[in-house]
């Protein structure tokens, strides 16, 4: 009898390959497809089936809102706790809008208060929180410089358990270095590039 050891491999009828997944700059895993999808989405880009082609205007500009919704941070009247601004959604927003559509709801832009900014040369958008703005005293919405959306005072350094300090900024940017004063250096300057590449893009 031969020392090797045998090993066979069983492909079982009903076996399905398990998703690959890739890990987003805040460490969520998700599939390369959903990524791509979200993107797509988010930037008006998806390819439309028939079904969504023959919706009605009203039903898709509903849909859209419902898919992914960017919450503001929001505290209660009753409680000194403070929400952090957060993304959610619903993931039969067509099903969902149509019903709405039927009841009576309609999306007006003239009545819109709030409006969500996406973070220049940030993530997809479903992970991206970015910016809610209101109308000035003119009735106008702001323009935001892309600085406005990479705070310093963001920034977090903290110590890893192996002695290096890693530097972590919310809009999906961090910084390892042997020191904490050069892993915040490091953040700062890769900021600086974020911002100056998202003003030249504007």
């Given at each position: 009898?031969?020392?090797?050891?045998?090993?066979?491999?069983?492909?079982?009828?009903?076996?399905?390959?398990?998703?690959?997944?890739?890990?987003?700059?805040?460490?969520?895993?998700?599939?390369p497809?959903?990524?791509?999808?979200?993107?797509?989405?988010?930037?008006?880009?998806?390819?439309?089936?028939?079904a969504?082609?023959?919706?009605d205007?009203?039903?898709?500009?509903?849909?859209?809102?419902?898919?992914?919704i960017?919450?503001p941070?929001?505290?209660?009247?009753?409680?000194?706790?403070?929400?952090?601004?957060?993304?959610?959604g619903?993931?039969?927003?067509?099903?969902v809008?149509?019903?709405?559509?039927k009841?009576?709801?309609r999306v007006?832009?003239?009545?819109?208060?709030?409006?969500?900014?996406?973070?220049?040369g940030g993530q997809?958008?479903?992970?991206?929180?970015?910016?809610?703005?209101?109308?000035?005293?003119?009735?106008?919405?702001?323009a935001?410089?892309?600085?406005?959306?990479?705070?310093?005072?963001?920034?977090?350094?903290?110590?890893?358990?192996?002695?290096?300090?890693?530097?972590?900024h919310?809009?999906?940017?961090?910084?390892?270095?042997?020191?904490k004063?050069?892993?915040?250096a490091?953040?700062?300057?890769?900021l600086?590039?974020?911002?100056?590449?998202?003003?030249?893009?504007?």
């Open positions: 009898m031969s020392d090797k050891e045998i090993v066979e491999s069983v492909q079982f009828p009903n076996h399905q390959s398990p998703p690959e997944y890739v890990q987003t700059d805040t460490g969520q895993l998700v599939t497809q959903f990524l791509a999808f979200i993107q797509q989405a988010l930037s008006g880009k998806l390819a439309e089936s028939e969504t082609a023959e919706l205007p009203e039903v898709k500009a509903l849909a859209e809102e419902l898919s992914v960017h919450l941070a929001w505290q209660s009247k009753t409680s000194p706790k403070t929400a952090e601004a957060t993304v959610t619903i993931k039969q927003a067509t099903r809008a149509e019903y709405l559509v009841r009576g709801v007006h832009s003239e009545l819109v208060e709030i409006r969500w900014v996406p973070t220049p997809p958008g479903a992970f991206d929180t970015g910016m809610h703005v209101t109308k000035d005293d003119n009735g106008e919405w702001p935001l410089d892309p600085e406005e959306f990479y705070d310093l005072e963001d920034i977090k350094v903290s110590q890893t358990d192996d002695g290096l300090w890693y530097a972590v919310p809009r999906g940017l961090s910084f390892e270095a042997a020191t004063t050069e892993a915040y490091g953040l700062v300057d890769q600086r590039q974020r911002i100056a590449q998202a003003r030249q893009e504007q």
